[in-house]
C-alpha cells in the first residue's frame, strides 16, 4: 500500500489524493468516499495468500453491495457470497458468474433455495433442516455443508460463529445424517 497517500490533520485522517473537506462542500453530507488503491491492495494481499488449487477469497456482499466496489473486487479475482435474492441480483449485475456465487443460507425458504439453485450458483447451508430443504426442493443439486469446528473466537459472544453456542454449522457428529440426507436426495457435494 505504498502508493497510498493519506491527509492527516487534527481533525481529518483520510487516505487519497483529495481532501475530504472538499469533497463534502462538492458533494454534500453524507458522502461515502472510497479508496480504489487501497480496496485493490487489500484484495491483492488476500488473494496472495496462497497459490493452492481451489484456494480463492469469498467476499461477503451484506458487508457493501455497491456494484461499483464489487466490479473492483471481482476483477482482484475475488468470488462472492450472497445472503438474500436481492444479493444475488446485485453480484449478478455487477459481473459475477453463478460459478463465482456461494449463496449463504440464513433462515431461508424454499423458494429462496430453489431460486439459488437455478441461478446456478453453489448454495452453503448450515445445518440439516436446510440440508434437507435443499434436497426436496434441488434433488440432484450442488451444496456445500458448513460444519461447526466447536470452538470460536471474537471480543464478544455476539460475534462469534464457531463454537456450541451458535446456530452456524453442523456438529460433525452430525456427518452419518448428512451422509444420508446427500443419499437420500442424491446431492452433490
Same mark, same amino acid.
Given at each position: ?15 487519497? @489524493?483529495? !481532501? ?12 461515502? &468516499?472510497?479508496?480504489?488503491? $487501497? ?24 458487508? #457493501? ?6 466490479? /473492483? +473486487? ?6 462472492? !457470497? ?7 441480483? +446485485? ?9 463465482? /456465487?456461494?449463496?449463504?443460507?440464513? #433462515? ?6 430453489? #431460486?439459488?439453485? !437455478? ?5 452453503? &447451508? ?24 466447536? /470452538? ?8 462469534? *460463529?464457531?463454537?456450541?453456542? *451458535? ?13 444420508? $440426507? +446427500?443419499?437420500?436426495?442424491? $446431492? @452433490?457435494?
Amino acid at each position: 500500500m505504498a502508493n497510498v497517500r493519506s491527509t492527516y490533520t487534527d481533525s481529518v485522517h483520510f487516505y487519497g @489524493q483529495e !481532501d475530504p473537506r472538499e469533497l463534502v462542500s462538492r458533494f454534500g453530507s453524507p458522502l461515502y &468516499v472510497y479508496n480504489e488503491n $487501497i480496496l485493490r491492495s487489500c484484495c491483492r494481499d488476500l488473494t496472495g495468500l496462497s497459490s493452492l488449487p481451489g484456494f480463492h477469497v469469498n467476499y461477503s456482499a451484506k458487508a #457493501n453491495t455497491n456494484p461499483a466496489l464489487l466490479r /473492483i +473486487i471481482r476483477s482482484e479475482g475475488c468470488v462472492v !457470497d450472497a445472503m438474500s435474492p436481492g444479493e444475488l441480483h +446485485i453480484n449478478s449485475l455487477a459481473g459475477f458468474t453463478p460459478e463465482e /456465487i456461494t449463496y449463504v443460507c440464513n #433462515n431461508v425458504s424454499a423458494e429462496e433455495l430453489k #431460486n439459488a439453485a !437455478d441461478h446456478g450458483c453453489v448454495v452453503s &447451508v448450515d445445518s440439516l433442516s436446510q440440508l434437507e430443504l435443499f434436497g426436496k426442493v434441488c434433488p440432484g443439486g450442488r451444496v456445500m455443508v458448513r460444519f461447526n469446528p466447536g /470452538i470460536g473466537a471474537g471480543h464478544s459472544d455476539k460475534v462469534v *460463529t464457531g463454537g456450541k453456542k *451458535t446456530k452456524f454449522g453442523v456438529d460433525p457428529d452430525m456427518l452419518p445424517e448428512v451422509r444420508e $440426507i +446427500i443419499k437420500k436426495y442424491d $446431492i @452433490q457435494l
